[in-house]
């Protein structure tokens, strides 16, 4: 089976630039995804194939990839953003969520 | 709008059973995989089974393999699973989330809360 290893938290003030990674041998063949979760709320797709954007997310999230890492980046986090974020990833019918990554904003 | 609700959920003794449902609406059901994810209290998320449109092809997490059943009815456009067995670390909060077309998790429900307990 696969694993993604993420950060448990990071940190950074309102305005300044967030970055969380995702570490994994299936990225390196497989896309990645992003989920944004907050305190009693089902999660909330932000990124998918690496690096696109749904429809709704705001433009300050963004994401990329290199090699067996992918990046999901929040440029001017914004207090609404304090969140958990998960990655995703899957290959041979074997889905995969990282360990999760609270992310501070204050 | 894609809606997704899930109901069933509840205090079960080890060794019980439980059905959980997903009730799908706003697209067209019987078009998408669907997968059911959970969340242990103030833990990560895990994949628990996925099932394709059909009903062709269905996949387990080794965790839940031969005590949990995913099943669905695309008349009713409503997404199943089965849970015997029930062991104190399945309690969690079960999610059902839709599948794309890139056969990923894009929308998800609120959650229906499973605990198993004596």
């Known amino acids: 089976s696969y694993e993604l290893t993420q950060p448990s938290s990071v940190s950074v003030s309102p305005g300044q630039t967030a970055r969380i990674t995702c570490s994994g041998d299936v990225l390196a063949k497989k896309y990645a995804r992003w989920f944004q979760q907050k305190p009693g709320q089902a999660p909330v797709l932000v990124i998918y194939k690496d690096s696109e954007r749904p429809s709704g997310i705001p433009e300050r999230f963004s994401g990329s990839s290199s090699g067996t890492t992918v990046t999901l980046t929040i440029s001017g986090a914004q207090v609404e953003d304090e969140a958990d974020y998960y990655c995703y990833s899957a290959a041979d019918n074997n889905p995969v969520f990282g360990g999760g990554t609270k992310l501070t904003v204050l | 709008e894609v809606q997704l609700v899930e109901s069933g959920g509840g205090l079960v003794k080890p060794g019980g059973s439980l059905r959980l449902s997903c009730a799908a609406s706003?697209?067209?059901?019987?078009?998408?995989?669907m997968n059911w994810v959970r969340q242990a209290p103030g833990k990560g998320l895990e994949w628990v089974s996925s099932?394709?449109?059909?009903?062709?092809?269905?996949y387990y997490a080794d965790s839940v393999k031969g005590r949990f059943t995913i099943s669905r009815d695309n008349a009713k456009n409503s997404l199943y699973l089965q849970m015997n067995s029930l062991r104190a670390e399945d309690t969690a909060v079960y999610y059902c989330?839709?599948?794309?077309?890139?056969?990923?998790?894009?929308?998800w429900g609120q959650g229906t809360l499973v605990t198993v307990s004596s």
């Open positions: 099932i394709s449109s059909s009903s062709s092809y269905i």
């Open positions: 989330a839709r599948m794309d077309v890139e056969l990923r998790p894009d929308y």
């Open positions: 706003g697209f067209t059901f019987s078009s998408y995989s």
